[in-house]
T-cell receptor, first 116, second 114 residues
Framework: ETGVTQTPRHLVMGMTNKKSLKCEQH?????MYWYKQSAKKPLELMFV???????ENNSVPSRFSPECPNSSHLFLHLHTLQPEDSALYLC???????????????FGPGTRLTVT | GQQVMQIPQYQHVQEGEDFTTYCNSS?????IQWYKQRPGGHPVFLIQ?????EVKKQKRLTFQFGEAKKNSSLHITATQTTDVGTYFC??????????????FGKGTKLSVKP
């Protein structure tokens, strides 16, 4: 499946590092999402973008900073992370974001992040 | 707030046995979706149910949407080792409200013993 790609697939970073995760969707979708997946919270929504505009931020710490330059690309900038931020970070896209509709989402393979 | 709950959290079955996972929403849903995540993989969309009481089949998988559109189930007949993974249900946030993204259940992790 190459509809949604993510890079890097694996990332190890120290708590003082700055890194970015990249997501690209080739499906012509208008909405994109970042999720955090860990053993404690299987699918935790972090950010939602619709037509490059952020529409939801689920009380995510400021050490995570999203960026959506266009409807095909989504970034997650990371700085001064904590060990508890180690998790699988999944990007997803959907056709649109419409009130009460809930379009199906297509996920990328994820970035496995380890914070040391 | 709105919640989507799944049971059981884990299910271990012998190959050939049937398996069922249940999903319950605290609010009425416009649709319910099911996803499968294989070990080491990412969630993959399986199906969407829209109508009250709807039943859909995909080979050995049967999906149902409750009459009140607040619950759903996924039943697998005669499980195979290829069915291993975590099954998530999801419904739209704020039916009739201002948002359109999905809220996911915590998933049911299925293991199949050959």
């Amino acid at each position: 499946e190459t509809g949604v790609t993510q890079t890097p697939r694996h990332l190890v970073m120290g708590m003082t590092n700055k890194k970015s995760l990249k997501c690209e969707q080739h499906l012509g979708h208008n909405a994109m999402y970042w999720y955090k997946q860990s053993a404690k919270k299987p699918l935790e929504l972090m950010f939602v973008y619709s037509l490059e505009e952020r529409v939801e931020n689920n009380s995510v710490p400021s050490r995570f900073s999203p960026e959506c330059p266009n409807s095909s690309h989504l970034f997650l900038h990371l700085h001064t992370l904590q060990p508890e931020d180690s998790a699988l970070y999944l990007c997803a896209s959907s056709q649109d974001l419409e009130r009460g509709v809930g379009y199906e989402q297509y996920f990328g393979p994820g970035t496995r992040l380890t914070v040391t | 707030g709105q919640q989507v709950m799944q049971i059981p959290q884990y299910q271990h079955v012998q190959e050939g046995e049937d398996f069922t996972t249940y999903c319950n929403s605290s609010t009425t849903l416009s649709n319910i979706q099911w996803y499968k995540q294989r070990p080491g993989g990412h969630p993959v969309f399986l199906i969407q149910l829209v109508k009250s009481g709807e039943v859909k089949k995909q080979k050995r998988l049967t999906f149902q949407f409750g009459e009140a559109k607040k619950n759903s189930s996924l039943h697998i007949t005669a499980t195979q080792t290829t069915d291993v993974g975590t099954y998530f249900c999801a419904g739209p946030v704020g039916y009739g409200g201002s948002q359109g993204n999905l809220i996911f259940g915590k998933g049911t992790k299925l293991s199949v013993k050959p």
